[in-house]
């Protein structure tokens, strides 16, 4: 039932960043229960386009209340081979009754759900029927964010929307200010942790692990050995090749993934802005446990006069708010909760951060625009508008637009078109050297 409610939070708009951690304080979950609540609703958000278009076939009408709705969509995803979650017929059936009975709300529904689930069991081609019906309940993902994805990448499309279905790999950051990524892949060997690094040459710090683990499990996590971050977003530091003594403005920095590894790189000045005060929080929490410092201050990156000291920065990184359909493996719930009319919307706040910090970049600087998404109006499109508003900025070479992957098989049994070499998030970078 709490994977219901969670589910059902998503639905009225809720993110679960905010709905879990609420759920967990009224239930006075431990971190088990939180753990289980989470990888559930993780499960049957990334199938609720299929669970939506079941129980549409199975019961047409709408249901009340819709908690009750919520209990059945969790109750088809359990019931589905193919998702990770999946127990037997009976015990589905009977927990969801079950569910049903101890809920006030839902006393006398328990008959509804055993026809519905018994109906669901007994039509084998149900799922095949819905699925070849629409793309929200083959894909999992709202019809225009697919239509979005196929027209951005007419060969690729199908690979992004399947990395989305999976679990991501664990990666770790090791900061080789205290320890060698060797020597930590011993460490972490030690504990029967067992992780590979990726051959590429700029991410040089990333390790993977072959199971996610708990941090605590994480040799010197405590003392700032090793951080959580994906390979992806490993490329930003790099990208940006900050040295020792320059001015750098991480302008979008919490909860401060980047800015850590920005300093964990060089010795240089970096001014951390986040216009979230609380989130900005974090990103001191991160550089104590690391052991590094920055100047963090909460504000508004579009409006510099409000902060900035006149003097030109060396490196700018503005890793810019966008709709994070790049990470949508990592949050299932974000597809459910984006709108198409979000995208311009972002879009146009990405041009305003750009063509306000430009200015504070000194010639010869380097800007990296980062964005997790894989949308080409927050990537190669803003990218190229930019470079066509700004004569004094020279593209510099940047990997563009990566697309998420992973490099197992896919869970239909399917090797992905191009086989990945590592596990990572879909990302765009592009990066612009200052010249007068
Ligand atoms: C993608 S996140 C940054 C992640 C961060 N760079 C990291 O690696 O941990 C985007 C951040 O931009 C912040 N933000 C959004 N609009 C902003 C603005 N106008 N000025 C400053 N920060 C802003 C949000 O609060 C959010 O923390």
């Known amino acids: 039932m709490a994977c219901a409610q969670l589910v059902g939070d998503v639905q009225e708009g809720a993110s679960l960043a905010t709905a879990l951690p609420q759920s967990a304080a009224r239930g006075k979950w431990d971190a088990a229960q939180r753990g289980a609540a989470q990888a559930l609703s993780f499960a049957v958000l990334r199938h609720l386009g299929t669970a939506r278009a079941a129980l549409s076939a199975l019961h047409p009408k709408a249901i009340h209340p819709p908690l009750l709705r919520d209990v059945l969509h969790t109750a088809l995803v359990l019931l589905r081979p193919d998702t990770g979650v999946h127990y037997a017929a009976h015990t589905v059936v009977n927990q969801a009754v079950e569910a049903c009975k101890r809920t006030p709300a839902l006393r006398h529904a328990g008959g509804f759900v055993n026809a519905v689930l018994r109906r669901f069991i007994a039509s084998p081609d149900l799922l095949d029927t819905v699925c070849a019906a629409s793309n929200e309940a083959r ?35 090791v900061n ?12 972490l ?19 993977i692990l072959q199971q996610p683990a708990a941090v ?27 040295q020792p003594g320059q001015r750098v403005l991480d302008a979008c920095a919490a909860p401060g993934g980047k800015t850590a590894h920005l300093l964990e790189r060089a010795d240089c ?6 216009k979230d005060a609380q989130r900005l929080h974090r990103v001191d929490d991160t550089l104590r446990r690391l052991g590094l410092q920055a100047n963090t201050l909460a504000a508004d990156a579009a409006h510099p006069a409000a902060w900035w000291d006149g003097q030109r920065f060396d490196r700018i990184l503005l890793d810019a ?11 299932p719930d974000i597809r459910w909760l984006r709108r198409a009319t979000d995208i311009p919307a972002l879009a146009a706040t990405q041009t305003a951060l750009l063509d306000a910090l430009w200015p504070l970049l000194q010639t010869g600087g380097k800007l990296l625009y980062a964005t997790c998404s894989v949308f080409p109006q927050e990537g190669a499109q803003q990218a190229a508008a930019f470079l066509a508003r700004h004569a004094d900025a020279i593209a510099s070479p940047a990997p563009g637009q990566l697309l998420p992957q992973e490099p197992q098989h896919s869970g239909d049994g399917n090797a992905a078109a191009s086989p990945a070499s590592h596990s990572q998030d879909g990302f765009y970078y592009a990066l612009f050297t200052k010249s007068s």
């Open 321 to 331: 708010p966008c709709s994070a359909s790049g990470i949508s493996r990592r949050h």
């Open 189 to 207: 060997s030690a504990c029967g942790l067992h992780s590979m690094a990726p051959k590429d040459a700029l991410l040089d710090q990333a390790l």
């Open 269 to 274: 000045t970096v001014l951390a802005l986040d």
């Open 139 to 173: 894909w999992n993902h709202p019809p225009w964010w697919v239509e979005t994805l196929q027209a951005a990448y007419p060969q690729r499309w199908q690979d992004v929307l399947q990395v989305a279905q999976r679990q991501p790999a664990m990666t770790l950051r």
């Open 216 to 242: 605590e499990r994480l040799p010197g996590f405590d003392v700032g050995w090793v951080s959580v971050q994906d390979a992806a977003a490993q490329y930003a530091a790099t990208l940006l090749d900050v």
């Open 176 to 187: 080789t200010r205290r320890i060698s990524r060797a020597d930590y892949q011993l460490e």
